[in-house]
């Protein structure tokens, strides 16, 4: 056996051993990337849980349109939907193109 075929042959032994762990490592990655968005609008909606005075769409009790408009916890939320539907699958797409 030349020298040249059985480097060819340990080359391709360890490849075929690294790949299935990059592969598994390019999976965690995706998947926290698109649980991102997820745990962003739950911790939006937990914010809201705990601090329900925040949300004025309860009791407005007279307050006007932009008061009840800018609520953090909503735009927590909001944030974590649009991270999850714009941001996140052009990530992981990029991260699989990387990968």
Do not use: C, K, N
């Not at 769409?57 to 927590?76: D, N």
């Not at 539907?85 to 797409?93: D, H, R």
Request: hydrophobic letters at 45%.
């Amino acid at each position: 056996m030349g020298a040249d075929y059985a480097h060819e042959l340990h080359r391709e032994q360890s490849e075929t051993t690294e790949h299935p762990r990059a592969a598994t490592r390019q999976q965690l990655r995706a998947r926290i990337v698109l649980a991102l968005g997820p745990l962003t609008m739950a911790a939006g909606a937990g914010w809201a849980l705990v601090q329900p005075y925040r949300i004025t769409l309860l009791h407005p009790f007279g307050q006007g349109f932009w008061w009840l408009f800018s609520e953090p916890p909503l735009y927590v939320v909001l944030f974590g939907l649009l991270f999850r539907l714009v941001v996140a699958p052009a990530l992981v797409e990029d991260l699989e193109q990387r990968g």
